[in-house]
């Protein structure tokens, strides 16, 4: 149930899929199983709990889910996501028909079943986003947009800021971490999040976490990849080369940032590599370090990683956006360090995981989180 000692968290989500449906899902399993709910990332944070998430209004470009309400349009195509609690009756917001933008790349427009079925509904102006997240009376919007859309999520950005709303940007455009938009929200007095969510326990997380240990016992890192195949609609909007730029250089640097010297390009690959429908919302990693030990002494680690990839993010999401409210409640403005170094691959500063996480509990728990 939600906190009586708070006011709910009034959220909106930009792009209704896989993730978007495991956020929803969250909120709907939080409230209904309290403190029973499994795997939750940060139950407590500065008083609010998930339950305390309500979702006021949606936004997406597919005919399957414009015009629903949040509970029919999460469990619409193309989403294959597990569905991990199936009553959403709770969750009754509507889904708006937003901008295509450079959200719908060409070969998902020709993917059938797979791929995005276009709403033939007119497209929200800008002017009427912020009003529908003004009589939402939204506090947070939650980007989960396709990779490679820097147009749409930026037309989000200045949606949220000419709204009055925090962000928390979930995808591979940097905002959070571009210096002229972080000015841009500290200018307008609001808090943004970002940039591209870390899994709670995913590729990137257990990719730094092996480095560290290398660097921890000495060891030399040489090379290293990490490969990842999906059947979701994210791998296959990122089939496309193009749509993968950002994508490739957040997830290296987060792996790089962890290194105790940047690998040479030829040294490290990593980021999608294939897209097999019948995996479906699962991402299987491959992940190979080859180093030195004492003396030159080769070693090499081989690892495979098997996850359910939306409600992987989803953990982390219903975290931020309980964030971005703390941020909201306490006037912080602009880029929030603290909060997004353990949460997000490229935040506005990298942090290792262990002084992340202190830095994360330390905002939560009163800290600033603009200095960390």
């Not at 989960?144 to 930026?154: C, D, K, N, Y």
Request: hydrophobic letters at 45%; glycine letters at 10%; a negative charge.
């Amino acid at each position: 149930m939600t906190n009586p000692s708070r006011a709910a968290i009034r959220t909106a989500i930009v792009g209704i899929g896989n993730c978007a449906s495991s956020v929803v899902q969250g909120v709907s399993y939080c409230r209904a199983l309290g403190a029973d709910a499994v795997g939750v990332s940060f139950p407590d944070l500065g008083g609010y709990t998930p339950a305390d998430i309500d979702i006021v209004a949606g936004f997406d470009v597919d005919a399957r889910k414009v015009g629903l309400p949040m509970g029919h349009a999460v469990f619409a195509g193309p989403n294959c996501t597990q569905v991990f609690h199936d009553d959403l009756s709770d969750q009754q917001a509507m889904v708006h028909r937003g901008p295509d933008l450079d959200g719908v790349a060409a070969h998902m427009q020709s993917a059938g079943a797979r791929g995005f079925q276009t709403s033939d509904a007119p497209a929200l102006t800008r002017d009427h986003v912020i009003g529908v997240l003004r009589a939402a009376r939204a506090q947070v919007v939650l980007i989960f947009l396709p990779v490679g859309s820097q147009q749409a999520v930026e037309f989000y950005a200045d949606c949220a800021l000419a709204a009055g709303c925090a962000l928390v940007n979930g995808i591979p455009v940097f905002l959070a971490s571009d210096p002229a938009w972080g000015a841009r929200f500290a200018d307008a007095g609001l808090p943004v999040l970002g940039d591209d969510f870390k899994a709670q326990f995913g590729a990137t997380i257990v990719h730094r976490t092996l480095v560290d240990l290398a660097k921890m016992r000495g060891v030399s890192v040489d090379r290293t990849y990490q490969l990842n195949v999906g059947g979701n609609t994210d791998f296959l909007n990122m089939s496309d080369p193009a749509r993968l730029t950002r994508k490739r250089e957040s997830k290296t640097e987060a792996v790089q940032s962890a290194m105790s010297a940047p690998l040479g390009a030829e040294d490290i690959r990593i980021g999608p590599s294939d897209y097999v429908p019948w995996l479906n919302d699962r991402k299987v990693a491959y992940i190979r370090l080859e180093g030195r030990l004492f003396g030159g002494a080769r070693t090499n680690i081989e690892l495979r990683l098997d996850v359910e990839d939306s409600p992987n993010a989803a953990a982390e999401a219903l975290a931020a956006i309980r964030l971005a409210r703390i941020a909201l409640d306490r006037g912080v403005a602009g880029p929030v360090n603290a909060a997004s170094a353990f949460l997000f691959k490229h935040p506005p500063q990298q942090m290792t995981d262990a002084d992340g996480y202190d830095a994360l509990l330390d905002f939560a728990g009163g800290g600033t989180g603009k200095d960390a």
